[in-house]
C-alpha cells in the first residue's frame, strides 16, 4: 500500500523519544559544518562547470538538457539530510498546536506568494515532514486545499507534494 493510501500514514508521527532526539541533534551539530563544507565545495564545483558548460551548451540542446539534469541532482545533494534534528525540533515534539501554526503560516505565506501577478515562488510546492510532524500530512492537506491548492501523489511520511492550479493573469 502506497503512503498517500495509508490512512496512518496521514495522522501526526509518534513522538520520539527526547534521548534520542537530544543524541540525533548533537550528532546534526557535530555534521552542520562538515556539510556547509560539502556545500561550498558542491557550489564552486557548480561555478567552475557552469563557465564551461555555457560554451558547450550554446550548440546543442542535448548538452544543456543534460547538463541541467546533472546539476539538479547535484544541488539536490546540498540539502541536511532527513536524519538532522533541529534544535526547534527538540523543543517542540509532541507539540501539536505549534506545528499547526507552523504549517498555517507556511501555507498562508506561499499562497500570498505564488499569487501574486509574477510570483517569484515555484507552482509547485513541497512541504517536509519536518515543517508538519506534529501536525501530520492531512492537517497539512486540508489547510492547503482550503487556501486552493492541489494534493499531489506523494510519500506523506516523507513530504506532501502541492500544485497551485490558478492561472496568473498579466495584468494582476
Known amino acids: 500500500m502506497n503512503s498517500f493510501q495509508d490512512p496512518a500514514a496521514w495522522e501526526p508521527a509518534p513522538v520520539r523519544p527526547r534521548a534520542w532526539l537530544i543524541r540525533r541533534f548533537v550528532l546534526s551539530a557535530a555534521y552542520r559544518p562538515v556539510h556547509w ?3 561550498l565545495l558542491v557550489w564552486g564545483f557548480v561555478l567552475g562547470f557552469a563557465a564551461l558548460a555555457e560554451i558547450v ?3 546543442s540542446d542535448r548538452a544543456e538538457n ?3 539534469r546533472f546539476l539538479d541532482r547535484l544541488t539536490a545533494r546540498t540539502a541536511l539530510p532527513r536524519w538532522c534534528v533541529s534544535r526547534r525540533e527538540v523543543q517542540h515534539e509532541g507539540d501539536a498546536a505549534y506545528y499547526r501554526a507552523l504549517v498555517d503560516d507556511a501555507v ?3 499562497t500570498e506568494q505564488v499569487a501574486q501577478p509574477k510570483p517569484a515562488v515555484p507552482r509547485e510546492w513541497t512541504v517536509p515532514v519536518r515543517d508538519y510532524r506534529g501536525a501530520g500530512a492531512r ?3 486540508e489547510r492547503a486545499q482550503a487556501q486552493g491548492w492541489q494534493l499531489r501523489p506523494s510519500d ?3 513530504e506532501v507534494s502541492l500544485y497551485w492550479p490558478h492561472p496568473v493573469s498579466p495584468t494582476g
Open 66 to 68: 543534460a547538463a541541467g
Open 108 to 110: 498562508t505565506r506561499r
Open 156 to 158: 506523506v511520511r516523507k
Open 139 to 141: 492537517y497539512v492537506a
Open 57 to 59: 551548451t550554446t550548440f
Open 37 to 39: 563544507l560539502w556545500v
